[in-house]
């Protein structure tokens, strides 16, 4: 396969406008994002919702130094492309949205329950869930890979990790995608770009599921809505220094979104690398790219493509003179294919080693707390897929969320072929 066969999106001229929602609906305008890291790639950028304008960091050198000075690109004044008011701010922040040290006070709390060891005492869990998806699944012979299994696992695993009722899930699932899917009317009624959402403003995504949620996390908290007490969210509410009812509600919100799509479309790529590539089955099943392989498809995948900043002071990023407030979009997704660090980065070698990839912000305070799990499920998912596969091919075209801020492929029929 030439670069061009390797980049998804066919309808990218390399012009295309990369804030713009329309732009990723036939996959990342990667085409796009070469350009500017070759010719402009810190990128004064112009959406086209009516946003303020911003600066798009697009090389993966800038977007370490920027992740690294929190204190010069601060995540205290929102963490999305979206132009929020002071009290729209105070309203919807998490811990996500504070800078060191205040950050550390929250992720402190969390962190054990998302550490390496803590997640590792799950894999018999995610191995015995992820055959009983896959197994179910390939009983079809066709099906859509998305739904039958990308979907399943994370937020079964999300479930039992928060301590929440397994009849809650399909519900949680979707509330979480019309949170995060807030640009695709697939997922929402409320298309934040193409109507007033003003009445939500006060909500996460200015989304009325972001009502649901609050209103579901308030029950968790008054304990009306009872979890698992070995579960993280009665954890937190436990805690001495636990959370406040308000800070509970916001954090509960961005668990059910940042813990559930993310991991869908990366196991979504991977089943949609599979259909393209006939030699990574192959490569899977020789049992050598055990630990480097879910690395590379979280990589390739970059489902959270950005996250944004706000400087504090006026300065300077890859030669571009920034000035104080401006916002300064780090794409993730864009240094996880610069051809400065990756080579051939269009790519998948599932024995890519080293695999600097930032996808998780890694270089930075925020760096993703779900990462071991998110690692874990890919891993696993991969080598169920192997053990039980002899061959999987598309039956159809891939359809790729809308949204310039959460990319995947959102449904792949395909046909299996099982040993
Ligand atoms: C492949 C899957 C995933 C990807 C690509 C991903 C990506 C990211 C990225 C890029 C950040 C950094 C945000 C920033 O710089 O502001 C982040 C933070 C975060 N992620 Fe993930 N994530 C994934 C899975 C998960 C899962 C499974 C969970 C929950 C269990 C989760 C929870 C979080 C939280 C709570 C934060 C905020 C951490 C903080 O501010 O300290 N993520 N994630």
Same mark, same amino acid.
């Given at each position: 396969m030439t670069t061009d066969d390797l980049i998804?999106?066919? *309808? &990218? &001229? +390399?012009?295309?406008? %990369?804030? &713009?929602?329309?732009?990723? %609906?036939? +996959?990342?305008p990667h085409a796009s994002f070469a350009r500017l890291r070759a010719e402009d790639s810190v990128h004064w950028t112009t959406p086209t919702d009516g946003m303020r304008s911003f600066w798009s960091v697009t090389r993966q050198a800038d977007i370490l130094e920027a992740n690294g000075k929190p204190e010069i690109f601060s995540s205290a004044k929102g963490i999305r492309i979206e132009d929020q008011t002071h009290e729209e701010y105070m309203a919807r922040r998490t811990f996500q949205e504070t800078d060191p040290p205040d950050h550390r006070v929250t992720r402190k709390l969390v962190n054990p329950a998302f550490s390496r060891p803590a997640i590792s005492q799950y894999e018999t869990m995610i191995r015995q869930l992820a055959g009983d998806i896959v197994d179910a699944a390939v009983a *079809? +012979?066709?099906? &859509?890979a998305v739904d039958a %299994?990308?979907?399943?696992l994370p937020m079964m695993m999300l479930g039992r990790i928060l301590g929440l009722p397994n009849s809650d899930l399909d519900w949680l699932v979707e509330k979480g995608d019309a949170l995060i899917g807030n640009t695709d009317p697939d997922f929402t009624d409320h298309v934040v770009d193409k109507m007033d959402s003003d009445a939500y403003r006060f909500m996460p995504f200015r989304s009325p599921a972001g009502a649901d949620l609050y209103d579901y996390a308030e029950g968790v908290f008054a304990g009306s809505k009872p979890v698992d007490p070995k579960g993280v969210l009665h954890r937190v509410i436990d805690a001495e220094k636990g959370l406040a009812l308000a800070d509970f509600k916001n954090f509960f919100c961005l668990l059910v979104a940042a813990g559930n799509d993310t991991t869908r479309y990366s196991i979504a790529m991977a089943l949609y690398l599979l259909t393209r590539h006939d030699e990574l089955l192959g490569q899977l099943q020789s049992g050598k790219v055990d630990d480097t392989a879910a690395d590379e498809i979280i990589r390739l995948a970059s489902p959270t493509m950005h996250f944004r900043r706000t400087a504090t002071q006026d300065t300077v990023l890859g030669g571009k003179s920034i000035a104080k407030g401006d916002k300064v979009v780090l794409w993730f997704v864009s240094g996880n294919r610069d051809e400065a660090v990756f080579a051939d980065p269009h790519r998948p070698r599932l024995d890519r080693n080293p695999n600097p990839n930032v996808a998780f912000g890694q270089g930075g305070p925020h760096f993703c707390l779900g990462m071991w799990l998110a690692r874990l499920e890919v891993k696993v998912v991969l080598q169920v897929l192997a053990d039980r596969l002899a061959g999987i091919e598309a039956v159809g075209p891939p359809r790729w969320t809308r949204s310039n801020f959460i990319c995947g492929v959102k449904s792949l029929p395909v046909q299996v072929h099982v040993k």
């Open positions: 998804e999106n066919r *309808h &990218d &001229d +390399g012009f295309l406008n %990369i804030a &713009d929602h329309d732009s990723y %609906i036939h +996959g990342v *079809h +012979g066709s099906f &859509d %299994i990308a979907k399943q």
